[in-house]
């Protein structure tokens, strides 16, 4: 049995591959920027029928956010590792699950547009990243933690349409001390800004929010595949659930740029376990 995992900050999928058949999991998502080992092996244990597994499991492979350092790698290594005993454990940037979610044989640029936000190229061998990731407070242009923020914003500044305010103070309850005091004294800010995409998707059709994603979109595009050489040559596929949702300002941010568009995927589990089952059938050719 493996399990290969795409965890974004927000939320892990976990596919079960045994003898063909393929079984579906979800925990939440473990970035070792804001988690340690004993959050990881309390995720795997909250969800009864993944633990049930501990014993049976031979390989697994995790890709995720933040997992881009050799001692970020080994906090959800050995949180893994705590359960399932047995197995060998191999921890990878998501940007690589990213790329080979994405692949169909041709050279391309793959992006990450969800809770954060990130791109990265792939040749067919190699991924290589031209920018870093700065995370939400510097970077994640585009992304839901980048909306949250933009949004929290506007709603304190008094800056977001009249009917907008009035159906968010009625929703969430929130006003300034309590914005603050989630954003910078609570752990895992960068989720609980994203928490907000579901209401701006309420309002996708007025201007403001049009703007607001066209906006960031826009800023991604100028700082994380522009910064490309012949990017205008390569297909730039999209994974993550903010790239799906406002796909209209996706399509007319890349046109903006004139980038050719590609793929866009919400959930890239399906075509990482795709790439591993090819790239497994190599092996035992071989």
């Known amino acids: 049995m493996i399990l290969i995992i795409e965890s974004g900050s927000t939320?892990?999928?976990?596919?079960?591959?045994?003898?063909?058949?393929?079984?579906?999991?979800?925990?939440?998502?473990?970035?070792?920027?804001?988690?340690?080992?004993?959050?990881?092996?309390?995720?795997?244990?909250?969800?009864?029928?993944?633990?049930?597994?501990?014993?049976?499991?031979?390989?697994?492979?995790?890709?995720?956010?933040?997992?881009?350092?050799?001692h970020l790698n080994a906090i959800i290594e050995r949180g893994i590792q705590k359960v399932f005993t047995k197995a060998i454990v191999s921890v990878d940037h998501d940007l690589n699950a990213c790329?080979?979610?994405?692949?169909?044989?041709?050279?391309?640029?793959?992006?990450?547009?969800?809770?954060?936000?990130?791109?990265?190229?792939?040749?067919?061998?190699?991924?290589?990243?031209?920018?870093?990731?700065?995370?939400?407070?510097?970077?994640?242009?585009?992304?839901?933690?980048?909306?949250?923020?933009?949004?929290?914003?506007?709603?304190?500044?008094?800056?977001?349409?009249?009917?907008m305010a009035l159906a968010f103070q009625k929703e969430t309850g929130l006003d300034k001390d309590s914005i603050v005091n989630n954003v910078y004294k609570q752990p895992n800010a960068n989720v609980y800004l994203a928490s907000f995409v579901p209401f701006i998707q309420k309002f996708s059709e007025t201007t403001y929010v049009k703007e607001l994603v066209l906006t960031g979109f826009k800023q991604f595009l100028d700082v994380h595949v522009c910064c490309y050489d012949n990017y205008k040559n390569y297909p730039v596929h999209f994974v993550g659930s903010i790239s799906r949702i406002f796909k209209n300002e996706l399509e007319l941010a890349c046109k903006h740029f004139d980038i050719k568009l590609g793929d866009i995927v919400q959930k890239p589990v399906d075509g990482l376990v795709q790439y591993h089952e090819r790239y497994i059938n190599k092996l035992e050719t071989k």
């Not at 988690?35 to 909250?46: M, P, W």
């Open 11 to 70: 939320k892990s999928d976990w596919v079960l591959l045994n003898q063909g058949e393929k079984t579906y999991f979800s925990t939440i998502g473990l970035n070792p920027y804001f988690h340690t080992e004993q959050d990881v092996e309390q995720a795997i244990k909250g969800n009864s029928e993944l633990y049930s597994l501990n014993n049976q499991v031979s390989a697994i492979y995790f890709y995720g956010a933040g997992c881009s350092a050799e």
């Open 99 to 163: 790329a080979y979610a994405t692949y169909n044989g041709e050279p391309a640029i793959s992006c990450i547009i969800g809770t954060g936000s990130n791109s990265c190229f792939f040749d067919g061998e190699i991924v290589s990243e031209k920018v870093p990731a700065l995370g939400y407070i510097l970077g994640d242009e585009g992304s839901g933690t980048y909306m949250g923020k933009r949004l929290l914003a506007d709603f304190l500044y008094h800056r977001i349409p009249r009917e």
